[in-house]
């Protein structure tokens, strides 16, 4: 039962445009949403997180955005540089427990 | 190197043999996870432990796999008799504490090859 979905497993885009990689969720009780980002033979590398009492979260270049009545999370990337290529993988958590649940990643490349 | 260390990097086995994969979690850091990853698939959870207990195994198959995180030394996932369907990365993470959240820190992972 796969409780974070990453229904687009690839995503391109022209260096300096903006990426907008999305993430669905079933489990209601969700309550902590992070962006992994992943380089082959690498493990995957913190990016970015959201806890559910706000819905944006912004870091330079990177921003994540929570829509917790439509179970929806993005992360937007702008400007898009050719290092950001990589997987990307949504994740999420519940109550406390770092325990976390993945998607499938999205394989982001940037086009220079 | 203050991260997640996780030896060895490529681990070959033969069907029926054992692996054994290493993790010593960032210093300072008493929480250790396993996940493992499939080909083409995201990382599921394997156990979560702390030091000399396991917490929640519920992601790790009932045979042939175990794990351990004794009061010294590394955290160990160790396969039994291994198959071929066992060929995954696997990838370990640290974190501080548990009760509130914080993100976990991945190492570079053990790629095992059953042949």
């Known amino acids: 039962d796969q409780q974070v979905k990453q229904n687009s497993p690839s995503l391109s885009v022209q260096e300096g445009r903006i990426s907008i990689l999305n993430c669905d969720y079933t489990?209601?009780?969700?309550?902590?949403f992070l962006w992994y980002k992943k380089y082959p033979a690498e493990g995957p590398t913190f990016l970015i997180s959201?806890?559910?009492?706000?819905d944006k979260n912004e870091d330079g270049r990177f921003t994540v955005f929570l829509n917790k009545s439509a179970k929806h999370l993005s992360l937007h990337i702008v400007p898009s540089q050719p290092g950001d290529s990589a997987v990307y993988f949504c994740?999420?958590?519940?109550?406390?427990?770092?325990?976390?649940?993945f998607g499938t990643g999205t394989r982001l490349t940037v086009i220079p | 190197n203050a991260g997640v260390m996780q030896n060895p990097r490529h681990l070959v086995r033969r069907r029926g043999q054992e692996a054994r994969l290493r993790c010593s979690p960032m210093?300072?850091?008493?929480?250790v996870y396993w996940y493992r990853q499939l080909p083409e698939e995201g990382l599921k959870f394997m156990v979560y432990?702390?030091?000399?207990?396991?917490?929640?195994e519920s992601g790790m198959p009932k045979e042939r796999f175990s794990a351990e995180f004794p009061k010294e030394g590394p955290s160990i996932l160790r396969i039994q008799q291994v198959v071929r369907g066992d060929s995954a990365a696997y990838f370990c993470?640290?974190?501080?504490?548990?009760?509130?959240?914080?993100?976990?820190?991945f190492g570079n992972g053990t790629r095992l090859t059953v042949t």
């Open positions: 959201i806890s559910s009492i706000k």
């Open positions: 993470a640290s974190s501080p504490l548990e009760g509130f959240h914080s993100p976990l820190h």
């Open positions: 432990l702390q030091k000399e207990n396991i917490i929640d």
């Open positions: 994740a999420a958590s519940a109550g406390g427990a770092n325990n976390l649940f």
């Open positions: 489990n209601s009780m969700f309550d902590y």
């Open positions: 210093k300072g850091h008493s929480h």
